[in-house]
């Protein structure tokens, strides 16, 4: 082995936590090494975000020619699966060469091959060691798999399910009512395929706010998709005429078969640190495989952090991010804090997207709580683009106005929580956001006026 090449800051993975880490570490003086075993921008640019996005984009445009037939539009729209995924692969393409570009003009050595912790602060990569003061690790995560449906030709993980160009199966069932089940549900039923999502829990979207997720999945049903939800696969039989599941009540007892073409298992995500040599380096994890760190996102070891998916949940893009930026500015000798909010959004058609807690969070938290609230059907701009599927949704602190959550499903949801977020950051209070001049008319004008339903002094709809 050729002498130890030594760096100021070594990041393990290029996915959307470790590239703006490593930027980040750039931009403050560092030099520094970025080690990626596949391929540059992780699961989020290439087999994550960005790829779903763009086939709901297209299943999307696709479905709005049905609802356009409304307003006397009429077309025969046939859908190109080659195409598609060729576009998709552009996309992906043209974002992850922009990532490497970003990280080459930030002088950041970029590394091909799989790292492995050979001592504290010493990794090795294809037979080299590299050295550095602070290391970061930021290595992902992968599909969970689950019991009695191992992933294979039938089985597919999230990563098969982007590849529509290989067939649309008839009949689809979808474990897990989580975002990625949700929106590659979404995808294929709007290409075609008979649709049956289940969840184990007693809603979709277990984790958010049970009102608005309760209304996602109305929209989803009436569309024609199938959600059931309280119900889990137990095992299914591979048959002449397809895959024969067994379902089961959550509880337990009651059991049915259902048979479908292909099974998709999106049931959550386990952090990777298998083969990283954790141990060499001092690092711990916690019981279900993250690693363990504080809010510098510093690990067990001293200099070595830990961001993303592997660290912690949620399993979001722009946590790991901001997590990525915290961690480099703690390893150029700064004193920064994950403090922030977290927003999350499913990008299904209507969109779901919350922040901040929910009204059950904020009265366990102690909190007098108050809720406004503003259907899109009473909102101008969501009539004029034809979809006025929704509602927005404001929890406020009802002895000091302060807002406390947001959550919302409708169109652009996703875009309009951005504000909301802002508004926790800033301490705003829920007069803060009714006394915000919208534009008009404009969906977030929505978020004005379930501001202003919450003081029973909005405009548009009877305050009761
Ligand atoms: C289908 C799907 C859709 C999603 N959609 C969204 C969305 O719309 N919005 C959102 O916020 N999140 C979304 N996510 C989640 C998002 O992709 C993740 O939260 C995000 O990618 C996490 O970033 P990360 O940097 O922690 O890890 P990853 O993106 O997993 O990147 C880790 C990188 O490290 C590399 N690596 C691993 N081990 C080593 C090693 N030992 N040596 C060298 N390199 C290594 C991997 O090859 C990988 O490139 C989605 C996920 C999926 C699966």
Known sequence: ???????????????????????????LGLRVLAVEAAEVGGVCLNVGCIPTKALLHAAETLHHL??????????????DLKKLGAWRDGVVKKL??????????????LLRGFARFRGPKEIE??????????????????PMPLKGFPFGEDVWDSTRALRVEEGIPKRLLVIGGGAVGLELGQ?????GSEVTLIEYMPEILPAGDRETAALLRKALE??????????????????????????????GGSQEEIVVDKILVAVGRRPRTEGLGLEKAGVKVDERGFIQVNARMETSAPGVYAI??????????????????????????KNALFDFQVPSVVYTGPEWAGVGLTEEEAEKAGYKVKVGKFPFSASGRALTLGGAEGLVKVVGDAETDLLLGVFMVGPQAGELIAEATLALEMGATVSDLGLTIHPHPTLSEGLMEAAEALHKQAIHILNR
């Open 66 to 79: 049905k609802v356009a037939e409304g307003f006397g539009l009429k077309a025969k729209p046939e859908l």
């Open 308 to 333: 993303g998916d592997v660290a912690r949940p949620p399993l979001l893009a722009h946590k790991a991010m901001k997590e990525g930026l915290v961690a480099a500015e703690n390893a150029a000798g």
């Open 125 to 142: 990569v294809n037979g080299e060691a590299y050295g550095a003061k602070s290391l970061i690790i930021a290595t992902g995560s992968e």
């Open 187 to 191: 995808i294929y039923h709007r290409l």
């Open 96 to 109: 992850t060469g922009g990532v490497a570009g970003l990280l080459k003009g930030n002088k950041v050595e």
């Open 1 to 27: 082995m050729d002498p130890m090449k030594t760096y100021d800051l070594i990041v393990i993975g290029t996915g959307p936590g470790g590239y703006p880490a490593a930027i980040r570490g750039a931009q």
């Open 222 to 251: 009436k569309e024609g998709l199938k959600a059931r939800t309280g119900t889990k696969a137990v095992g299914y039989e591979k048959k002449q005429d397809g895959l024969h599941v067994l379902l089961e009540a959550a509880q």
